[in-house]
Every structure is written in structure tokens, then in C-alpha cells.
């Protein structure tokens, strides 16, 4: 039996940004379920945030999403089993009203998991386990003891994997209760990677800069093997290009850094931009002929901040949840670093 997994899909990211909502549009209707049908796949995986904002729902996000991606499930028979994610829950203490429930229950094909559950596909033991709040870490303790458990599929916060690509999480949980597992499959990070049983799936399309040139798309478990195969989303969205070029390409649809190299002279760099604005989403201009002697900024700097940020916070005498806050701090940073690129 092969099933679909897919992760972190997040309707309505960039404030409900119809951009995003077409080019994720773009990618269920031209390749996703495209991808399902011509391999016969009728069973689907979601390993949690479905939507992108805990506390509200836009109507035309709604709206799309039931369009682009519920209906078409429902059409194919899909037998749909999704985790509630930490941007599928209202609360942050418990995983009791969620998205998941409001959006897609009782509608035919779809099974949901607030809490962890057992299950099994194709006589695979499986551990749904969904978003660890304080209400269920209780029950994902015991949840973790249960025997024969083959492969756990999960929305985990987990120390010392990539968040986004080259940025390192250094809070979370222990990955070590998960390691006597055959297979952990998983969402939350926004970057696929790796660590010996612990496979972060990544998200299934480009959300911000952070995520240009980084592979997305979803991927094929085999309940035989237990393992699975990466299916690369071939529609972008981030491009970048560089003036030091031969030639530029029209990058239809997408957002676009143009890069001014040295030596490029006004002519040249007016004339890729007409060519861009003809069919580009949007066109941004970095210019980074100017050369800067003796300045360098490397990842040890990088380091140096986070740090620095981490010290002061756990220093603080600020009564707020220090991990919440260092999250957040490193995901400012993230954002500024992406502006900057």
C-alpha cells in the first residue's frame, strides 16, 4: 500500500495574501492530486497545520482551501486522516478546539486525531500523535510506551533539527524517547531533513524567501518497506536573478530579487526589469555593486546573536514563557535575515 503524506500546509499564510492562495491553488490542482490520480493513491497522510493563523479564518481563505483541496478529496474517495498541528488549535494548553474539527469534520473521508491515537494501515501499527500541548502531554507519555509501534507519524518541536534551511532549533523537546521507533514522520519545520529514524518532511511550497532554492513537496510512504519517496513540487514561486548573467528568463507568476552585480551598467539592469515586469508578481532591486571593504558578516556573527538574545532572555526576570519568546525572537531574526538577502 502506498499512502500520501503531506505537512504544514498552511492556508492563509502571509495574511491571507492572494498570491499565496493562487500559488497553492496552483500546486494541488496542477500537481498534487494530478500526482494521486495517475498513481492510483487514495489514502492520505496530513501531519498537521492545515490552516496558517490559530485564532481566525478568512472567508475567501475558506473558501479556496474547501475549493482547491477538501472537494477534490472528497470527488476521489480520498481517505483523509489528519493531525491537529500547533496553528490548527485555538488554545495554546490544549488541542480541544482546533481548525481540523470547525473545517473538515463529518465530511466524508476525513478522520482527525486531537489526541494520540493508535491505527493501523495495512496492518502497519501506527502512532498518530499530534501537537504536544499541556493537556495531552499525559497521554503522549503513555502513548510512547505502547508496544509493536512500527511508525509514528507527528507534529514534533524537536531540539537540534533545521527550522528553515541553515537555521538550527535549540529549544524543544529531547528527540530521545523517539529514537527506538523503526520510522518517525513528521511535520512542523518548513525544511526536509534527516536524523537517522527522524525524517521532518518539510512543507509541500515555498512560504518566504527563507524557503527559495530549498526542495518542497510531499512524499509516498510504503507500508511494506516503511520508508518513503520525496515528490519535489516543481512549481516556484521565489526567484532570484542576477544582473552578472547572460540573459534573463520572464519568471512568470513568481516574486523577484534582481541582484545588481558590479560592473552593471543602468542600460542593462532597466532592460531586465522591463523583461521581469512584463509577467512577475513582483520585482525587487538589491544592489550589491557597491563593494564594502574590511565588513564581513559570517555565521559565526549569526551565532553570536542568537547568543546574545538567548542569554538576555534566560537572564530576564520577565514573567512570560521564555521559550515562546526565544522562539519568537529567532523567528524575527529569521525574517530579517530574509529581507536582507
Not at 526542495?215 to 516503511?226: M, Q, R, S, V, Y
Request: hydrophobic share 35%; net charge negative; proline share 4%.
Amino acid at each position: 500500500m502506498r499512502i500520501c503524506l503531506i505537512a504544514d500546509s498552511h492556508w492563509g499564510a502571509r495574511g491571507d495574501s492572494q498570491i499565496f492562495l493562487d500559488y497553492f491553488s496552483r500546486f494541488y490542482r496542477e500537481f498534487f492530486f494530478p500526482y494521486l490520480d495517475d498513481h492510483n493513491i487514495k489514502t492520505v497522510i496530513h501531519l498537521g497545520d492545515l490552516v496558517d493563523r490559530r485564532k481566525q479564518l478568512n472567508y475567501n481563505t475558506a473558501q479556496t482551501m474547501r475549493r482547491e483541496y477538501i472537494q477534490p478529496s472528497i470527488d476521489r474517495h480520498i481517505d483523509t486522516h489528519m493531525i491537529v498541528g500547533n496553528h490548527d488549535t485555538y488554545n495554546k494548553n490544549n488541542n480541544e478546539v482546533n481548525a481540523l474539527r470547525e473545517v473538515v469534520m463529518g465530511r466524508p473521508g476525513f478522520t482527525i486525531y486531537s489526541y494520540p491515537t493508535v491505527v493501523s494501515f495495512d496492518g502497519v501499527k501506527t502512532l498518530m500523535l499530534p501537537w504536544i500541548s499541556p493537556d495531552n502531554e499525559e497521554r503522549t507519555a503513555e502513548a510512547l510506551k505502547f508496544k509493536g509501534i512500527k511508525t509514528v507519524f507527528a507534529h514534533l518541536e524537536l531540539v537540534g533539527f533545521e527550522m528553515t534551511c541553515g537555521q538550527m532549533m535549540d529549544h524543544g523537546m529531547d528527540p530521545k524517547p523517539f529514537t527506538k521507533y523503526p520510522a518517525v514522520y513528521t511535520g512542523h519545520y518548513h525544511h526536509k531533513s534527516s536524523k537517522k529514524n527522524i525524517h521532518y518532511l518539510g512543507a509541500p511550497y515555498e512560504m518566504n524567501w527563507n524557503d527559495y532554492d530549498d526542495p518542497k513537496g510531499f512524499h509516498i510512504w510504503d507500508t511494506e518497506t516503511n520508508n518513503i519517496e520525496f515528490i519535489q513540487n516543481p512549481i516556484r514561486l521565489f526567484e532570484k536573478v542576477y544582473t552578472s548573467g547572460n540573459g534573463v528568463d520572464c519568471c512568470p507568476g513568481k516574486i523577484v530579487k534582481v541582484i545588481v552585480t558590479e560592473g552593471t551598467d543602468r542600460k542593462k539592469l532597466d532592460k531586465i526589469i522591463s523583461i521581469l515586469e512584463k509577467d512577475a508578481i513582483d520585482v525587487q532591486v538589491i544592489d550589491n555593486s557597491t563593494s564594502i571593504e574590511n565588513v564581513s558578516i559570517s555565521i559565526e556573527d549569526i551565532d553570536d546573536t542568537m547568543k546574545i538574545l538567548k542569554d538576555y532572555i534566560e537572564s530576564s526576570d520577565i514573567e512570560v514563557d521564555k521559550n515562546s519568546l526565544m522562539k519568537l525572537m529567532q523567528e524575527l531574526f529569521v525574517e530579517a535575515n530574509d529581507r536582507s538577502k
